[in-house]
């Protein structure tokens, strides 16, 4: 196996700031990298010079959209994928196939491992998402399904429908413990409505649980579902992973991190492990428009206005905006909302600013997520006072590259009543 150099963290335990050692990173590697995997995670810092002048302060980008599979979700289905086969749910080349759930990134990044690996891979993903992910998908040889968007409760929705797609493949299925067994054969036989589970054990079709390490079934077909809105290996790759090569990078010297959340398995991961560091480590959420996760911050509850106009939406976040935003609470989110200090409600008219602001200053190229971040380190920033030095950190999810049809493309946005104007940026940082 192919081991990229911050998994020679221990894993299996959790870092504390004793234990914590510091190894010399080292981002242009002599090293030959074993495979596609090795060229995942230790992303450089890049400094965002036009803002960082401007402000007086140094805001800094962590390049994940210099990963091979585009996003920082790479680290988050390595890591899946790697810890399911080390649970034994996962065997390489033994025609098992991954299910995801997903608005695009993290399928990218499931089906570029899954074949690295020896997997396939079906992503189910809502209809409405930029035509470019699908276009990457299927070149990466993943079955692609297209759902209409549903609310999170209806068993239609994609999440759902991923979950129950992997329990119904082949003969056996994947849930959390041996409760779900019965609901999962329920599932299986096409009579459950709604199941929400975490992956870790094995259940058969006849609703009973293997031993993930039988020998006997060590080679049959294995459906698993990656599930990253509730499993921890997502938060893993964060805790383990992208929070120690950012506190490398900057010696121990940050004052922000600032993130927003889809999974939050980014936020809830880097933020503690920033946290466990240095409590006094500022942990700052940026969440588009229509999502719920601004008020859970601000006063305790997810509130979703979609949900008080009454009107069928609810639970999807309406926004340009792409792969941030949630209005309801999970595994990873539950980790990431008691170490967020500040949260702030982009807007899309302020991301779709900010990104064209950093093609003309700074010639990055960047996707909505990472625009939105950036608008709220400038907002956090200015609302601190902080004009001398300080450094904030945050994510650059991925390039713009993934955003032509959509977030990039002017006409769409006129359509949609989304102004594209980059003064407003200027406007921003001029503000008292
Ligand atoms: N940006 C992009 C482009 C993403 O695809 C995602 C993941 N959905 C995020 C940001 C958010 O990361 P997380 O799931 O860790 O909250």
Known sequence: TSISSYWRLRRSQRISQEQFEFQPIDLRSDEILNGVTGLIGNTPLVRINSLSDALGVQILGK?????????????????????????GLLHPHTGSRIFEGTVGSTGISIATIAKAR?????????????????NALQALGADVQRVRPASIVDKKQYVNLARRAAVEFGR???????????????????SASVVVTTT???????????????????????????????NRSNFDAHYEGTGPETWRQVDGHIDAFVSGAGTGGTIAGTGRFLKSMNEEVQVVLADPEG???????????????????????????DTVVEGIGINRMTNNIDLAIPIIDDAFRITDVEAVAMSRYLVQRDGLFLGSSSACNLVACVKFAKKMG???????????????????SKF????????????????LIDDLIAQP
């Not at 094995?202 to 020998?215: F, K, L, S, Y």
């Not at 990039?408 to 003064?423: F, G, P, T």
């Open 63 to 87: 390049a994940e959209f210099l990963n091979p599979g585009g996003s920082v979700k790479d680290r988050v289905a390595l890591r899946i994928i790697e810890d399911a086969e080390r649970q």
């Open 118 to 134: 020896g997997y396939d891979t079906t992503i189910i993903m809502p209809d409405d998402v930029a035509q470019e992910k699908v």
């Open 172 to 190: 056996s299925g994947i849930v959390k413990s041996l409760e779900d067994a019965h609901i999962s054969h329920e599932l299986q036989t096409g």
């Open 200 to 230: 870790s054990s094995h259940v058969n079709a006849e609703g009973t649980v293997d031993d993930p390490m039988d020998e006997d079934l060590l080679s049959k077909p294995r459906g698993f579902f990656a599930d990253q809105f509730e």
């Open 291 to 317: 999502s719920g996760l601004y008020n859970k911050v601000k006063h305790g509850v997810m509130y979703d206005r979609r949900e008080a106009e009454g009107t069928k939406r609810r639970h999807q976040v």
């Open 386 to 404: 902080w004009r001398e030095g300080q450094t904030l950190v945050t994510v650059l999810c991925d390039s713009g590259n993934r955003h032509y």
């Open 408 to 423: 990039w493309n002017d006409d769409y946005l006129r359509k949609a009543n989304i102004r594209v104007d980059h003064s």
